[in-house]
Each structure stands twice: as C-alpha cells, then as structure tokens.
C-alpha cells in the first residue's frame, strides 16, 4: 500500500495485475470516474458516493491494464463528475502538485496527474472530455495523451459529454507512456508526421514566456520534420469554436446528468453547479447550431491533417495558476486554455502532451494532435525528438 | 511625357536626373506631399493645393533620387494628407490597382504604388507613418520598403505625425528596390538575419487563405535562416499597441494640421474627417499614456531584435478590399491591418515587404522588419531566399 503524501487519492489499494502482461512491473492508479470491482465509483463528489451502490465489475480501461499486469494501487481524486480543468474538489481538496506545489495540478483528472508526479504510481489513468489529461499533464511536468474519440472502450465509466469522453493516461517517461499505449491496442511506432502544422491563433492564445519556453522542444521536433508551416486553424475564430465546444459538451452533460441532479440537489463546489445551471438552459437550437459549427470544424480538421500533418502548439495558455487564485483569475485562465484544447475535443483526434519546461517554477507543455488514429506517428516524432543527446 | 492609364498622377511632367548616376535610366514618380520645386504640393486635398503656394525647391528625397540619376516623371495621387491606408480619394478618385482592377491600390501612398505597378515608373517614392507604403506595396504586387525612421531625411515633406513619419519606395524587383535604397545611403548588402521570429499574434490577424499563400515564401526565408521561432510580439495585446498607436499618430497630426483644418475647413471625404475629429479630441492625459506604452514597445523591440533577428510575417490581413466595400468593411480592414503594420511604426524599424502570393487574384506580401538599421540584412535575406533557381 502506498502512502498518499499529495491528496491524490480518494482510497488506496492493491489489485494485482495479470501475471507476466507487458505492463508487469508497473503500478497505475484509476481516476474515481472508473468502476473498479467492490468499490464505490465516486466521481467527486459525496452524494453521488452515496447514492451509488459499490461496482460489481471493472471499468474496460481498469480490466485493460490489469489485464496487461500493471498493478492498480487505487482511486484518485477527480474534480466533480469530472466538470472542470483546474482540480480544486471543494469536498475532498485539491491534489498537489509536486512539481510546483505552490500551483494547481490541473483536472479533472487531477488525482492521477498528481499520483505520477509525485511518483506513486507509474501510470495514471484518466479521462479527457475538454483537456482533463492534456492541461493536468501539462501543469505537473508529465506525459499526458488523449487517444483518438471512440478507439478505446470506456465502458463502465461514468460519462460526461460522450460525443467528446475519452479515457486518457499519464507517465512520468515517453517510454512508459507507450507500454500504456500499447496496452490499449493502440500503434506506438510508425511513420512520422510528414510535417508539422503550427496554428498561429492556437499560440496566440499562450502567455509571451510560456512561448519562449517551448520553443526549443519546437526547435528538435522540426529538426526532425522540417520547418513547421503557419496555418489558421480556426477561419472563425478560436472563441467561436470554443463557443461550440460548450454548447455541445453541455447539452450532453446535461443530459447525462441532469435527472440525477434534479433530484439529488448535490451541492456541487464553485465553478460546477454554474456549469450544469447553464448546461440546463442550452436551448436545442443552441444545441443543434452548435453541433453544425462541430461538424464544420471536424471536416476542416480532418481535411487539414489528412496527408499524415501534425499539429503542435502549446498545450494550455502558462504554467498552472496557483492553488489561492481567485474565481475570476481561474475562469480567465479556463476560457483561454479551453480555446487552445477544444480543437482536438471537436475533431475526436489524438493528442500528446509533452514535458517542454518550466515558468516561473511550474511546468508547460508541448502538444502534438494528429488526425484520427495518428497516435502512433505523435509519439514517433516525440521519441525521436526527445530522444537523449539530440 | 507617360500616359497615365491608372489615374496615378496627379500631373505627368519630366525632371531629368543627374547624367551617370546610379539610378540612370530609371524613372521615379513623386507622391504629393514632396516638394517639386515649381509645382504646388497638393497632399491630396484641392483646399489645400489652393492655399499653398508653388515650392521653391525639391524636398530632400527627390532631390536625391534627381541627384542619383533618375528621371522624375510626375506627381502622384495621395489620400488627403496622407490619413488612410486605401487609396480612395474622396476629390481625386481611387488610382488603379493593375495587379487586379477590382481592388483598391492601398494607400497613402495610392498612386506611387499604383504607377510602379503599371509599369509608368521604376521607382515609387512614397511615405509611411502607419503602413502608407508596405500595405499599399502588398496589395499592389511589388516590393515595398520603409527605412529606420529618422535615417533618410524628409525636408521639404508634409508632416503627418513627425515621430512616425518616413519616406518609403516601391519597385517590381528588388534589385530596382535595392538600387534606390542605395542611393538613399542605406545598406543594402550585409550579414543576414541571425534568425527569423515569427509574431503569432501578428499571424493570427490574417485570414487563413492569406496564411496559406504567403507560407511557400516563408520556407524559402527558412531554408537560408532555419526555423522561423514563434513569439508572443505583444504581451500586452496587439489592440493595445494599435491604440497606442492611434492616439500618438492622432495627436502629431492634429498638432501639425490642426490651425489648418480648423481655419480652412478643407472638405475632407469620408474617413479623413473622422480621424482628424478623433485626433482633435485626444486629451494630454491620453497622449501621455499612449506615449508610455510607445516607450515600452520600443524597449521590447529594441530588446527582441538586439541580436540580428528579424520578424517575418504578413504584410496585411489578406489581399486588397475590393474597390466597392462599404466603410464599416474597410474599417475592420484596417483596424486589423494596423495591428499587423503598428509595430515597425512604433519602434522606428525598417520593414521591407516582398511579394509573396495572389489571393482571388489579389496580391498579398510577406514583410521582414529588423531592429533600427538593419535595412542591409533585410534585404540580403530577401535576396539570396528570392534568387531564382532556389
């Protein structure tokens, strides 16, 4: 049994994973979003623990990389049913991040974020509906991937808005990142990206030094594939695909959970219960514009990154912000990294966050989004390009 | 004698220049706020060309491209007082933009870009104190550059905003470009760029299809540079720059024209009024903040530059507004263009636009501008990148 020093944990355990798997050896740790067997699946917040019964089986993701031998030494803490980037639960307290203790770790998934940062688990298993692996992964200084919407199963998982819900998985090392990958049946190798795309409106969108912190990792990513070329990825600008994002992501959150909390009255923390208030007014022709500007900008990203292209931008706006911000600093912040993570939200598509460096103490990440199925080339290209003494 | 097909001049005549200059056998066109000794200069307003008399003498650039052996061949169109940047003159017409008739040729410096582009003169001379001669260049086709403010002297020239004001040139190769800057004593062979940056923020005020056709001109600037390094250009947004920009603009011109306008009331078309109403109104409070954030720009170029680097980006949002565009669309032209041209103005650099690309038939341009004085590597690197066979 570990020892949680970081509040990463809603509980602590041990379930040994299938002997001899490729993953023996290795620990993971479950975000509270996923059924694991006898317990209960909490999501963050206490009503929803109570009125749930314990999980009679494992969630697919859970099964997965028991079934490949990693160890799963328990639950982690996610900020509640999962409706927000930053992890600040108002029930069970915000995770630490070991990196820069000082900031926030990132969420939804934070416990797991922190879990690998603080080095109590080798891998950390997530979910990512709007950024909740990528920015976590991004804030604490570790590897962090969103595999393409729909490739691997999340059942037994509660959903968020599942036309976006995928699962997700951190490590502190590209090459335990892959076993993890590998694990879910998903390529690990393979060509490159035949070239980079850089999204100026995308990079727009990141603080002046968080820029200059990434752009030596950008520098040994285009050794390998050339110059990146500048692109606008959004014609209508990020705030209008951003606005889609919401919408959508809200309509099905409500969806997925408004009856519950209609009748639950849970007493969600800041931040949450606004979102679901507004989640219940999304009209449906709100809904339905919304889903039309979805299905644009999925043909436009699918058209730009057909012939085997990358994206790479900066994976949030800066560094974490720090753990006493106040509510307008914090939604400041979400509104601008919801802009540089929604791309992929919409489109479905893979995307890796890479360790870049460090602002004033807290970490920054570099992100590669391909199209669908392109997990394998991200993560050739990051292997390459990180490799030791390029 | 020529023969203006475009509406570009305001007279035709001819001044022989020097015998066995270096410009000899080239023909230069004057935009109107030059003195031409004997000829009234009318800054594009006909109140003002009534209420000036002839000039006694050449203003000091015409003299030196006289003196260096270009023959003068007239007058050419400007917007009134120089105070736009499209090249509608509400008295005088709009000059013909030949890269695409449809268009509107850019201004201030309308009709000198205008005349270079229909081939009724070698050399263009304009002036530029927001972008009168980049963005006129871009949308026109040809080359275009504004040196270090304060490096060519502008005697015997209407003052806008002295503080911005420079002269500027246009030509349809560089090596006629490269000519005329010689022949203003400025550098036009030296070290290249140690590297190229590439303002994201500037980026993402251009529309996408713009983007798309400049970006095979950039990967000929990388292949001599290497990687173009993204940079966040303005912390503080590019907005506020413009604005900063916008009300010391304002303020000098209304010092410099302000009995004028309020004791002639000249009649100005529609824009012109406006922006001298605004510049009116400017209070000392307004200037001075303006000028304190122009000192912190100039700190943060100084600064970005100290090293060699250049910026390369966009000359202007996309190509030229079709000559028929209602003013609210030719206000959000140009307030996205000044965000992309306000930089080089504030900090005094030069900024050299090259031809990069045809966008629904209209041209677009790429721009290098350096730190003070650095006109010599500009255009070494416009050289060797644009040296056919590359």
Redesign the interface.
């Known amino acids: 049994m570990i020892s949680d020093n970081v509040n990463a944990f809603v509980e602590t355990f041990e379930v040994s994973g299938a002997a001899g798997g490729p993953l023996a050896g290795l620990t993971f740790a479950a975000k509270d979003l996923y059924d694991v067997a006898g317990h209960v699946t909490g999501c963050g917040n206490p009503e929803w623990a109570r009125t749930h019964a314990a999980a009679t089986g494992n969630a697919a993701p859970v099964a997965t990389l028991l079934g490949a031998g990693a160890t799963l030494v328990g639950k982690t803490h996610t900020d509640e049913l999962a409706y927000s980037l930053m992890g600040a639960n108002a029930h069970y307290g915000t995770p630490v991040n070991s990196a820069d203790p000082r900031r926030m770790p990132g969420g939804s998934s934070s416990g797991s974020a922190a879990a690998v940062a603080a080095g109590l688990a080798d891998i950390g298993l997530g979910s990512d509906t709007g950024g909740s692996v990528r920015l976590p992964a991004a804030f604490c200084g570790i590897w962090g991937i969103r595999p393409t919407h729909g490739r691997v199963s999340i059942d037994g998982t509660m959903p968020l808005a599942p036309s976006f819900d995928t699962v997700g998985w951190f490590a502190r090392d590209l090459a335990t990142l892959a076993r993890a990958t590998a694990a879910f049946g998903l390529p690990v190798e393979g060509d490159r990206p035949t070239r980079l795309l850089?999204p100026?409106?995308v990079?727009?969108c990141?603080?002046?030094i968080t820029?200059?912190a990434v752009?030596p990792l950008?520098?040994r990513l285009?050794a390998v594939t050339?110059?990146?070329?500048?692109?606008?990825l959004a014609?209508e600008g990020l705030p209008a695909w951003f606005d889609a994002f919401r919408v959508c992501q809200a309509a099905e959150a409500w969806q997925s959970h408004g009856e519950w909390i209609s009748t639950h009255e849970p007493g969600f923390g800041p931040g949450i219960s606004d979102r679901f208030r507004i989640a219940s007014e999304i009209t449906p022709e709100g809904w339905e514009a919304a889903r039309a500007m979805r299905q644009r900008v999925t043909q436009r990203l699918t058209r730009i990154l057909a012939d085997g292209a990358a994206l790479v931008f900066p994976t949030g706006p800066g560094p974490a912000p720090m753990r006493n911000a106040d509510e307008p600093t914090l939604n400041a912040y979400r509104n601008r990294a919801l802009q540089m993570l929604c791309p992929s939200g919409l489109g479905g598509l893979p995307q890796l966050s890479i360790p870049a460096g460090v602002v004033d103490g807290g970490p920054v990440g570099l992100s590669l989004a391909g199209a669908r199925d392109s997990e394998g080339r991200l993560i050739a290209l990051a292997e390459i390009a990180t490799r030791t003494g390029r």
């Open positions: 850089l100026v409106d990079w727009a990141a603080e002046e820029v200059a752009v950008l520098a285009e050339g110059p990146a070329v500048p692109i606008i014609p």
